[in-house]
């Protein structure tokens, strides 16, 4: 199994920028691509960035230019960095993971998921 464990959200300003972080652990036998997911309040999941186990990026459009997902030195822990934040980012994001692949944008495709943790964006 493999763990995902979200991080760095909270209560931000419209403008603001924040660094979300996602810590894999467990058993991790091969390279894994990392989605990033966001459920806004009454609204579906949907999918907001993607790095393949490559580091080949992937973003929806709503969000390009504004966020950022990116792999550290450990290739275990992949980040999501959003810039120029509006309050309707405000969601609880998710992170999911599979091992190898291409950074899909269907949550169906991966078989671990973080817990999720709120950014709220105050207008």
């Known amino acids: 199994q493999v763990q995902l464990v979200e991080s760095g959200g909270g209560l931000v300003q419209a403008g603001d920028s924040l660094r979300l972080s996602c810590a894999a652990s467990?058993?991790?036998?091969?390279?894994?691509?990392v989605g990033w997911f966001r459920q806004a309040p009454g609204k579906e999941r949907e999918f907001a960035a993607a790095?393949?186990?490559?580091?080949?990026?992937y973003y929806a459009d709503s969000v390009k230019g504004r966020f950022t997902v990116s792999r550290g030195n450990d290739k275990n822990m992949v980040y999501l960095e959003i810039n120029s934040l509006k309050p309707e980012d405000t969601a609880v994001y998710y992170c999911?993971?599979?091992?190898?692949?291409?950074?899909?944008?269907?949550?169906?495709?991966?078989?671990?998921w973080g817990q999720g943790i709120q950014v709220t964006v105050s207008s």
């Open positions: 467990g058993r991790i036998f091969s390279p894994l691509a």
């Open positions: 999911a993971a599979k091992p190898l692949g291409t950074g899909s944008i269907y949550d169906f495709s991966y078989p671990y």
């Open positions: 790095i393949s186990f490559e580091d080949d990026t």
